[in-house]
């Protein structure tokens, strides 16, 4: 979690922080910090909430110097207040860190370092690292930093400075990702958390493993390991273009982003489908044709949204290519006994790539010796590097915590991969191009579901008055019913408890009445009638309903009180037009309930703690 930012180079390095950190802020937003060196001294800034409230208390023009680490702050140990925010500094205010992830000892180095009488300002883990640092100082920064990294347990990444070295940094990470590029000349050096803060920059890019310490001069970088022994890194040229933060007119990015859709499905699906012959290609996948047509269990994992994405990715995988999937909570899997053959394929799905959770699970799936992929969004991800192969969604920066457009890319990548392997399996090719062109069609629906976004404002209007709600979906429309209820609790913070309908009749029934309504989606054909009969159950006892349903659909007029129709599709691609319309109503009840729609409290874009 969080976002590390450094700089040393001979530029005014507080502006080039804070610049990193916006591009960061989305992975964390409770508080930020800056720490640099003038004069010999270090100088903190440190302000709680968002980026904006830490640019108010700087003034940068009397700051024109080459150094300084930032910091954006999702918490975890501590309140999210100004005194648990980074950088944290040691008692002697002489070592300033940053630091990503969790110190699992910090409580008992913490205890030992007070028992010797040390004093700390914060509730963090992170304090002890400065701590540490300070007490192993003598004279020379990077013994002092190998030193505490020893002592230390759990996962990091930190960026560390020392008043008596202002032309110097040390950086380390064991677990958590950390990127380091500079430009030809070696004249900048720029140290982050996550590649994206490359953004607009031609730079070569080192990323750090585990337990490796990179130590920074002016137009000088050397990596060691904990050995202190020196390691050969090879750099990767990145051609970063500037990634587009407009929200091109929209009042939110969220809005921006739900309105790319049709344009990022079909960025995901251009140059992969040939739909005359029937076919799917993936650049750069690289398994082998024997390995792809022998798989007989895949397990796709994942988080949030993308986990929703993973339970769509089950039904594909089993009904088009049959061959036996499970979808698993990412920070579920890892504890489990995983059944593992030679025939198992791991996908990972992830918009970010780099969720530890997700992580971790591929983790353990490796050392059971699975073959891995990932489908994600953000290349140069941790992810993405970790497995063997990846398919990236190319559906361009999704700066709303709130994920939607990169869903979508998600489920169309997914229905692809599945046409994909049943195609080296016994589907036909008359039967995959009846698949490809029903998915081509579905920008156009989206581009009809968006065209009544106003109706659907006013369905908002309707129901933002209410507290709690029923998401009710059969078939593929409960991982629907799943994905639209955790919109509406990511941003507008109300209690949305999604259900297969069949499932009411044991239990949950008992919550309903006309204080709790129930949003349908009725979008399969195939359990269409029992949905209707879940249906009147509710009605019967009071529910307010509201219906996403396909046109012309008989019935569900009699029984619910509003409907939105939508356009017709498959059961199996009924996903894109019933989440969309479910975005666009989370969305606008959360504007009318006036929460922070693009940074929702308490939450973050890129989780990158367990
Ligand atoms: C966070 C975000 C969610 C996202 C989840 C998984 O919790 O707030 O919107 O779905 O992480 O993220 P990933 O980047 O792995 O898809």
């Given amino acids: 979690m969080c976002g590390i930012f450094g700089y040393l180079g001979n530029k005014n390095s507080i502006k080039a922080c804070l610049n990193g950190l916006k591009l960061l802020e989305y992975r964390g937003y409770d508080s930020a910090g800056i720490a640099t060196i003038k004069n010999g001294s270090l100088i903190n800034f440190k302000a709680s909430g968002k980026l904006i409230s830490l640019e108010k208390k700087i003034n940068i023009k009397n700051l024109n110097l080459d150094l300084a680490i930032g910091h954006t702050r999702w918490a975890t140990h501590g309140a999210a207040n100004e005194k648990n925010a980074h950088p944290h500094l040691d008692e002697m205010k002489n070592v300033a860190i940053v630091h990503n992830g969790i110190i699992e000892n910090y409580d008992i180095l913490k205890k030992d370092l007070q ?4 004093k700390f300002r914060s509730e963090t883990d992170s304090e002890v690292i400065a701590q540490l640092i300070f007490k192993n100082y003598k004279k020379n920064l990077l013994d002092a930093t190998l030193k505490t990294l020893k002592e230390v347990k759990g996962s990091l990444a930190i960026v560390v400075i020392h008043k008596n070295h202002p032309h110097e940094i040390v950086a380390a990470t064991r677990e958590s990702p950390l990127a380091i590029g500079f430009d030809d000349k070696k004249n900048e050096f720029i140290i982050s958390s996550d590649p994206n803060a490359f953004s607009g920059r031609n730079l070569n890019v080192i990323f750090l493993k585990n337990n490796e310490i990179a130590h920074i001069k002016k137009n000088d970088l050397i990596v060691i390991n904990l050995r202190k022994q020196k390691v050969h890194k090879k750099f990767e040229k990145l051609n970063s273009k500037n990634l587009i933060f407009s929200k091109k007119g929209f009042e939110h990015f969220l809005l921006k982003e739900i309105f790319d859709q049709p344009l990022t499905i079909q960025k995901a699906y ?22 792809l047509s022998k798989i007989d269990n895949i397990i796709v994992t994942a988080c949030g949204t993308s986990y929703h994405a993973s339970l769509i990715a089950k039904a594909y995988f089993e009904d088009q290519a049959n061959i036996r999937t499970s979808a698993e909570i990412a920070s579920e899997m890892r504890f489990k006994n995983l059944l593992i053959t030679k025939n198992t394929l791991v996908i990972a799905i992830s918009q970010s790539g780099e969720t530890a959770d997700t992580m971790a699970a591929l983790k353990a799936a490796k050392a059971k010796g699975a073959k891995t ?5 953000v290349q140069n991800s941790t992810i993405s590097r970790f497995t063997d192969e990846s398919i990236f969604l190319k559906a361009g920066p999704e700066r709303s915590v709130c994920s939607t457009k990169a869903f979508s890319s998600q489920i169309t990548v997914l229905y692809l991969f599945a046409i994909y392997l049943a195609r080296l399996r016994d589907m ?12 081509k069609k579905i920008p156009l629906k989206i581009r009809k579901v968006l065209k009544i976004s106003s109706l659907i404002n006013e369905q908002a209007k309707k129901y933002a008055k209410f507290d709690s709600f029923f998401f009710l979906g059969r078939n593929l429309m409960y991982p629907t019913a799943m994905e639209a209820a955790l919109k509406l609790k990511e941003i507008s913070y109300l209690n949305a408890n999604a259900y297969p309908a069949g499932e009411m009749k044991h239990g949950p029934l008992a919550l309903i009445s006309n204080k709790l309504p129930v949003i349908a989606f009725c ?11 879940s249906l009147m159950e509710a009605k019967a006892r009071g529910a307010p309903i509201l219906a996403f349903a396909t046109k012309n659909s008989y019935g569900i007029e009699d029984i619910a009180d509003d409907v939105i129709w939508l356009e017709k599709t498959t059961d199996e691609l009924a996903i894109f037009p019933s989440s969309v319309a479910a975005q666009l109503f989370a969305y606008y009840v959360a504007k009318i309930r006036k929460t922070d729609i693009d940074q929702p409290r308490n939450l973050a874009k890129s989780v990158t703690v367990e």
């Fill in 115 to 118: 028992s010797k009488g040390v």
């Fill in 373 to 377: 992929l990932s489908i994600v969004n």
């Fill in 523 to 533: 979008s399969n054909e195939k359990t269409y009638d029992k949905m209707l009969s």
């Fill in 270 to 291: 251009l140059g992969r489908a040939i739909e005359d012959k029937g076919q799917v290609e993936f650049e750069h996948l690289n398994f082998t044709k024997k390995f």
């Fill in 428 to 439: 036909k090719k008359r039967e995959a191009i009846l698949f490809l062109k029903e998915l």
